[in-house]
């Protein structure tokens, strides 16, 4: 499962992106140069992410990823 380009901005609300469970993979430049996204919550079920993904992302100061 890839997370949609098409699924960018209804996944923002306050500046934290979160990345829907399920979604296995985030491609390059999914996220490239959004501004919007001060957070970014990525779920277990996501193995890649691609080079680029948030690349440009200038206000993206945390990324929380679980163990």
């Known amino acids: 499962t890839f997370l949609a380009a098409a699924a960018?901005?209804?996944?923002?609300?306050?500046g934290v992106l979160t990345i829907k469970?399920?979604?296995t993979e985030i491609r390059s430049r999914e996220y490239?140069?959004?501004t919007?996204?001060?957070?970014v919550i990525i779920p277990s079920t996501?193995?890649?992410i691609e080079g680029l993904a948030f690349h440009s992302?200038?206000?993206?100061?945390e990324i929380?990823?679980?163990?």
Do not use: A, M
Not at 8 to 14: K, L
Not at 64 to 67: F, G, K, V, Y
């Open 8 to 14: 960018f901005s209804q996944d923002i609300r306050n």
């Open 36 to 39: 919007e996204i001060k957070k």
């Open 64 to 67: 929380d990823i679980p163990s």
């Open 32 to 34: 490239y140069g959004n």
């Open 46 to 48: 996501v193995t890649k």
């Open 57 to 61: 992302c200038s206000n993206l100061t």
């Open 21 to 23: 469970t399920g979604t």
